[in-house]
């Protein structure tokens, strides 16, 4: 029992200052903040979020529920 229904997802939200790209579980998404709905399988992911030109870089884990938006608002580390 317990089978996951196929295409179990939810979404992410993502918006940070200064803006950055956006890695999901160590893999480059080509993606940019801010995101307001990008599709992502259900429960814990790692997201990395990084600006080169700033030197700014975080990492945060989020658990997504199916049919739910997980919301990441950060203010990033910066060297410069």
């Given at each position: 029992?317990?089978?996951?229904e196929?295409?179990?997802?939810?979404?992410?939200?993502?918006?940070?200052?200064?803006?950055?790209?956006?890695?999901?579980?160590?893999?480059?998404?080509?993606?940019?903040?801010?995101?307001?709905?990008?599709?992502?399988?259900?429960?814990?992911?790692?997201?990395?979020?990084?600006?080169?030109?700033?030197?700014?870089?975080?990492?945060?884990?989020?658990?997504?529920?199916?049919?739910?938006?997980?919301?990441?608002?950060?203010?990033?580390?910066?060297?410069?």
């Open positions: 029992g317990g089978e996951k196929q295409g179990e997802y939810g979404w992410l939200r993502v918006n940070s200052s200064p803006f950055s790209a956006i890695s999901i579980d160590g893999h480059d998404t080509s993606l940019t903040t801010p995101v307001m709905k990008h599709r992502i399988s259900t429960g814990k992911h790692t997201i990395t979020l990084r600006n080169h030109r700033y030197g700014c870089e975080g990492t945060y884990d989020i658990t997504v529920s199916a049919g739910q938006t997980a919301v990441l608002v950060k203010r990033l580390e910066c060297d410069k």
